[in-house]
């Protein structure tokens, strides 16, 4: 395929770009956004030694790609015990998440590098990987174009196309289909998403259909001496869990919340915001709804007391906890909002651990993943806070749960097959004589 305009343009640009790369990534460190002790692995030097035989490389952009990430490590570690594994991902959230976990045996975290040459070259030249995974869509042009220049068996996972992507990739097709060109497989997550990556020009021989990876993701850890700290504190109070829930909609959930109030006096919410950063005006929110005296914070060490109506988990690395201390949960981000397209988040880490899932109906990242709940009956699709209040008290109900658990551990069982169809990919680029 002959290099479009626009990613010749862009390689030109990127030969020049490593003043601009450092300028910035310096200011986000600066702000908080970047790691500042880890900044020389975005300019390509590395953390470690690159250990002896065979690596995978394996991408993801921020904390939810790579969590499917780890799902999928857990299972190549135990079946090839001679491979390691470099996992690499561009956020400082993603990067603190996997210091809170315990990563699967010969697993490096490392940043991915800026994409300007210097970068790209020393990072591949130490590290020189036997096959690249790409967890959903994070194209840069430099650094997989030098990734197929050597040889390197390409391949995406778990690729979907959000609506706003779609128009910005419609807009550059040939150079995105370039880009997608360079991978030997693109697994999608369903027919329709298929259809989309035609249309911003993935080539269509290389696409398959595989499902959903995300729904087959690992729950997030326990920590179970906080748990069970917390969970003392809660005693046997009716709860709830609001999960990664975005500023924009934050004072939408209190007045869930509040409304809860009136029908289950005794309720409390705990509210996990989606960004650390921003857990000052999730409590400000709180304030304007509730009494200060009501709210406590986990950042702060506040206990949670029989007064305490919101608790804040502005923690890292600690969602699992907070799923496994409630019977119902708000995924975040789907509630409708005016003036903003809310898009869901992904509903089967609660899923998972038995937890039943109540969300809006602004799912649109994640509609294949509520689309097959839904199918079954095995979550609970609420159109507005209102609605939402009333579920989030029927749900403290075990009965009334059951309904919904029942089926939606018949959808856990089933989703496990694009686990296996990424396994069996991975697998086969890699040497079986390697596998014992």
């Known amino acids: 395929m002959q290099t479009p ?42 953390v470690q030694a690159r250990p002896d035989g065979e690596l995978l490389w394996l991408h993801g952009v921020s904390v939810g790609e790579v969590t499917v990430l780890l799902t999928l490590l857990d299972r ?42 210097g970068a790209v070259a020393r990072f591949l030249d130490h590290w020189r990987p036997d096959a690249f995974v790409l967890s959903e869509m994070d194209l840069w042009p430099r650094l997989l174009a030098e990734t197929h220049k050597r040889g390197i068996p390409m391949v995406i996972l778990n690729a ?40 911003i020009g993935a080539p269509m021989g290389k696409i398959r259909v595989t499902g959903l990876l995300k729904a087959a993701s690992t729950p997030p850890p326990d920590h179970a001496q906080a748990r069970a700290e917390i969970k003392a504190q809660i005693g046997d109070r009716p709860r709830w869990l609001a999960a990664s829930t975005r500023t924009e909609e934050e004072s939408q959930v209190m007045q869930v919340h509040a409304q809860a109030l009136d029908a289950c006096p005794d309720l409390l919410m705990i509210i996990a915001p989606r960004q650390m950063r921003d857990a000052d005006r999730t409590e400000a929110d709180a304030r304007a709804v509730f009494d200060s005296a009501r ?106 749960r059951a309904r919904y658990l029942a089926k939606a551990a018949r959808v856990q069982a089933q989703v496990m097959a694009p686990l296996d169809r990424a396994f069996e990919t991975i697998s086969a680029m890699l040497p079986s004589d390697r596998c014992s």
Not at 20 to 35: F, P, Y
Request: net charge positive; with cysteine; charged share 20%.
């Open 160 to 199: 979907h196309v959000t609506p706003r992507r779609l128009r910005n990739r419609k807009r550059a097709a040939s150079a995105n289909g370039w880009l997608m060109d360079l991978f030997g497989e693109i697994h999608v997550q369903d027919d329709r998403s298929a259809e989309l990556f035609a249309q």
């Open 5 to 46: 305009a626009l990613i010749l343009a862009y390689m030109a640009f990127s030969r020049l770009s490593a003043p601009i790369w450092h300028a910035a990534l310096n200011w986000r460190a600066k702000k908080g956004k970047e790691d500042p002790a880890r900044l020389s692995e975005r300019w390509g030097h590395p």
């Open 295 to 400: 709210i406590a914070r986990r950042s702060q060490g506040q206990p949670i007391t029989p007064e305490t109506q919101v608790y804040i988990a502005d923690s890292m690395g600690e969602m699992g906890v907070w799923l496994r201390l409630v019977p119902v949960a708000y995924p975040g981000q789907s509630l409708p909002l005016e003036g903003r397209v809310m898009t869901g988040k992904n509903p089967f880490e609660a899923v998972g651990l038995g937890v039943l899932v109540v969300h809006g109906p602004n799912v649109g990242n994640f509609h294949a993943a509520y689309d097959l709940l839904a199918t079954h009956g095995a979550a609970l699709c609420v159109p507005d806070t209102a609605a939402m209040a009333q579920a989030v008290v029927d749900a403290q109900d075990p009965d009334f």
């Open 76 to 117: 190549l570690s135990q079946t090839r015990p001679q491979t390691h594994f470099l996992l690499t991902s561009i956020t400082r959230a993603a990067a603190d998440a996997m210091a809170k976990r315990q990563l699967p045996p010969r697993v490096i975290h490392h940043y991915a590098p800026a994409d300007y040459p």
